[in-house]
């Protein structure tokens, strides 16, 4: 296949895999049955690799097609699993009234909150608005409205306007309304599955780190299997690459800029858990190791660091649906070394080391995407080059980190309700340059080095406890400079 884009490609595959399958139909009626349904089976287990988000609908729809059982189970499980982004693919706005409700009406959907369901419903019939309005009453049956917030109600359902015209959209705006103004105790008075919350099946995760300083710029990845308590190897990158920004977008984890070990990169690399493979996307605009990375919206953002002469104030975005970096409003700080996280719609950069008049840094700025403006917010109790920035429960943890030669293992947390940062519990040990993740309620802190080697030990906060511990088992290598991302256990 030659360079197009991901979905293009997939959709390519897709088409090929059931051109190939209708014409061994057609061309093979005489051959033995088995040997046709080897043939078939082959494709599934193929396209079953193939699973994305923009098209898992398509896949599923080929299964039914072809009588693939397995595989049709497997994409609508698929399908509900990652509904919050199939709900923006072109495969959704293409399905049914009775597709949409099916799906919409599932007990498994996996949605961050009901009011993606009621956004589907929406852009699914403003996408045929003709054709389509007739049926908000039949899908405003499937979304469960009692369970939005009383905000989300007034402020955008009510005023819908495809719901302030017809009585029976209405009846079931009422019927929220009628359960946010019961006492909770009597909420069950009002007899309805919209009141039902969703019960998703929760896919095993693992954590994947990926290239790093062990000491020198490396290409392995390995993964942890938190049910197993076991790393394992995954594909490794394609080129040498520590100090990287790495996240997770769109289903897929992303290597951006970093070190190879002779110079800072621009490049961007893609990884698939599902193909156990790596690919390039369209490079940076500025060369940047020691960046922070961290997706906002849609957009994925690569935040300061340093091109190899200079620390970088300049912030750019890349946007899955261009393909394209572009800059957006520079922060007032240059920032190597810096921290990112997201919490309630805004970016933070925490500390770093400013190259120009090189301190490390205790200050921080938040990022408002709407406004394209970078402003301080409270500074950390100390300075912190080098921290494990990472977010739990709508708040942001920086482990650690250093100030010249002192490295840390105390940790600080920023409330951005108060704007202020509170100390918490010191980690066990002291550590720079490690990678961050949160999982299941508990912030993972991994590798990073201590002044003098660089660790394969890993260690995770219980905010319950206030207490940290160590993972029972170590990474195969001491790593600093590592990238961590937490993805769905490939199947
Ligand atoms: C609301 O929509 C339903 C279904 O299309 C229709 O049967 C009903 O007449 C509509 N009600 C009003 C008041 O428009
Ligand atoms: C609401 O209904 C009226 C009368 O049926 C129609 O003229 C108008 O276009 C509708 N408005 C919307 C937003 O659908
Ligand atoms: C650890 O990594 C650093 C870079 O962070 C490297 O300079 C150093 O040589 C490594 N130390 C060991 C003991 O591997
Ligand atoms: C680092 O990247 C540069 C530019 O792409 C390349 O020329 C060089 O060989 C790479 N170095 C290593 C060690 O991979
Ligand atoms: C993990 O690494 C730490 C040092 O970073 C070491 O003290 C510990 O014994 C190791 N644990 C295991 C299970 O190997």
Redesign the pocket.
Known sequence: VPEVWPEQREILLLFTASLFVQTLCVLLPAASLLQLMDVRQACCDFLRTQLHPTNCLGIRAFADLHACTQLLGQAHAYAEQHFSEVMLSEEFLGLSLQQVCSLISSDKLTVSTEEKVFEAMISWIKYDKEARLEHMPKLMEHVRLPLLSRDYLVQIVEEEALIKNNSTCKDFLIEAMKYHLLPADQRHLIKTDRTRPRTPVSLPKVMIVVGGQAPKAIRSVECYDFQEDRWYQVADLP??RCRAGVTFMGGRVYAVGGF????R?RTVDVYDAMRDQWSPVPSMQERRSTLGAAVLGDLLYAVGGFDGSTGLSSVEAYSYKTNEWTFVAPMNTRRSSVGVGVVDGKLYAVGGYDGASRQCLSTVEQYDPISNQWCYVADMSTRRSGAGVGVLSGQLYAAGGHDGPLVRKSVEVYDPSSNSWRQVCDMNMCRRNAGVCAINGLLYVIGGDDGSCNLSSVEFYNPATDKWSLLPTNMSNGRSYAGVSVIDKPL
């Open positions: 080129s040498r190879n070990g002779s110079l990169v």
